[in-house]
């Protein structure tokens, strides 16, 4: 009796020993990304490849590269084939293994001429560069889902199936082959889960699959899906995965898909700026092609454009049609319609524009207000100075409560190199003056309007740069 209690826990035993082992070595195995991308994507009817097309400022490829990443693969492998070497040059990272397909002889081929790259001991995920919203949790789940004896497919219900490959499952529900649009009989056709293409398994899995595949089908290609029919046929098990949203395994064949996956993409990240306290005048005009932070408050009104990585305080208001790059905005600013900001920090409780344009490496501090048609480069404009219209003011530091006039110029460019100009705390420019740099008006200065100043200012002096005034008396107008 004794001895069948002990031989009946050794067997326990020993299972959960095998089982730890088994998720242990399935924990410790290596993240693989095989990135398809050697198609042409001839519907676009451009000269470059479809995959770097952008979506939100960034190629498709780029970002099925970085979800890879962020995935866990060390070193994603991209199979290109349509213009390889744009594509190779595009992603210039070191990080990416890249392999030829010479003649795109199909999905299973593609993957085909990825297999020496692979490392042994590792679970496999297969994605598109055409599919670029796929998401890092998305394709955690479906790796979760391999082991020795599954593999993992990533399937989705849609309305409107046409196009896509079908799933068909047995009187269990379970996967037993995909069946390609163009091979597939009418009530086949009628099934509405569908192949994402999306599939994780393990290179052992995969190469012994892979060979088995052959190009008997309508369209003479060697299709990827064909290894689920495989897979069944050996013995393993097939467990699906969806996606959380659709976005995320809609693909881009043409202009029109792109544009419609753009705007979807821009109401996704309009609605994420929402749910944390922005107020967005219309979501369906805004966007944003890169990253946005925004504090709490703040509004933005309609056809604004966010590229880079921009930041917001909380308070700020953006009236329409803007566009901002890579640049800081502080507290309780107001960028009134029509600005350009590029590269620029905008301090707190400034007023921009409307129509100004801040070029890169300009600081506004704090109460400042540049006004309209005034062109801002690689300046400071210090706190509480305004500019308020039509000037142009570059390579210039200008102190607190400066006021430029109308018409105002630095003419820092002498057809060689750039100078300085250097405008002191309380300085007065009259409108339309001239300052030929290197100049610097020193503080509390005044420089009458209409001057050209080509000389230093010296403190609380009057600077006046301009041909006197002569009065004619009893002038003849011309006669015609
Ligand atoms: C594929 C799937 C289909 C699925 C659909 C989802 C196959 C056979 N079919 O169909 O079940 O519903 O995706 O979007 O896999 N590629 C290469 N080399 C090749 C062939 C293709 O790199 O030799 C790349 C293409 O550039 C493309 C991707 O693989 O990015 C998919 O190929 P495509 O021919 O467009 O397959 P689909 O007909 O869309
Ligand atoms: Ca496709």
Redesign the pocket.
Known sequence: MLFLILWRLDLVFNSVNLRRQNSKDLENMNIEVVI??????SRMYSASS??LQKLAGISLLSRVVKTAQSVGARKPIV?T??QAKQVEKHLHSENISFVK?K????????VSVAVPKLKTNSKVVIL????PCIEVETIKVLISKVSSDTIGLLTVNIDSPE????IVRDRNNSVQE?V??KDASPDQLRINE????VIALTDTQLKSLLPKINNQNA?K??????IIKLARSSGLAVKTVSPSQLIE?Q?V?DKKQLSNLERSYQLIQAQNLMDSGTTIADPNRFDQRGTLSAGADCFIDINCIFEGENVLGSEVHIESNCLIIDSKIADGARIKANSIIEKSHVHENTTIGPYARLRPDTKVMPNAKVGNFVEIKNSMIGDGSKVNHLAYVGDAILERDVNIGAGTITCNYDGTSKHKTSIGANVFIGSNSTLVAPVHIKDGAFVGAGSTITTDVPNNCLGIGRSKQKNIENWQRPKT
């Open positions: 398809l991308a050697a198609g042409k994507g479809k995959v199979v084939g349509y397909q003649e795109q002889l199909g999905t299973a081929h593609a598109y560069g055409d599919v196009g896509y490959g079908r995909i390609e649009q569908v192949n994402t293409g369209q290609e060697y299709y990827l899906t064909d395994v693909g064949n």
